[in-house]
């Protein structure tokens, strides 16, 4: 079993910037990709961004350009760093990973095996 903790999380205005963190334990030789998912209030989880262990980086067209996702393989954790925040990224942010990653399906949350509590984020306008 993989345990993901996420932290980071918090209100912040418009145009602000937050990083993630999202800490790795248990099996962790078992992963071989982690990513960042999102929901939102009445909305269903949605794809962020994700990473494989060969440092291939995945990004859904509202992270691209404003996320950036990185790993520090030492300590078994993952970043998001958030950029440009904006209101409509407000959400509930969840970590995941991946035990056999299949880079073709990186965007459904079916893919990954385990899964954070998730960490609020709160963009105010």
């Known amino acids: 079993q993989v345990q993901l903790v996420e932290s980071g999380g918090g209100l912040v205005q418009a145009g602000a910037s937050l990083r993630l963190s999202c800490a790795a334990s248990?099996?962790?030789?078992?992963?071989?990709?982690m990513a960042w998912f999102r929901q939102a209030p009445g909305k269903e989880r949605e794809f962020v961004v994700a990473i494989d262990w060969s440092g291939n980086t995945y990004y859904a067209d509202s992270a691209k350009g404003r996320f950036t996702i990185s790993r520090d393989s030492a300590k078994n954790t993952v970043y998001l760093q958030m950029n440009s925040l904006k209101p409509e990224d407000t959400a509930v942010y969840y970590c995941?990973?991946?035990?056999?990653?299949?880079?073709?399906?990186?965007?459904?949350?079916?893919?990954?095996?385990?899964w954070g509590q998730g960490t609020q984020v709160t963009v105010s306008s």
């Open positions: 248990g099996r962790t030789v078992s992963v071989s990709a």
């Open positions: 995941a990973a991946d035990r056999d990653f299949r880079h073709t399906y990186y965007y459904t949350q079916y893919e990954y095996d385990y």
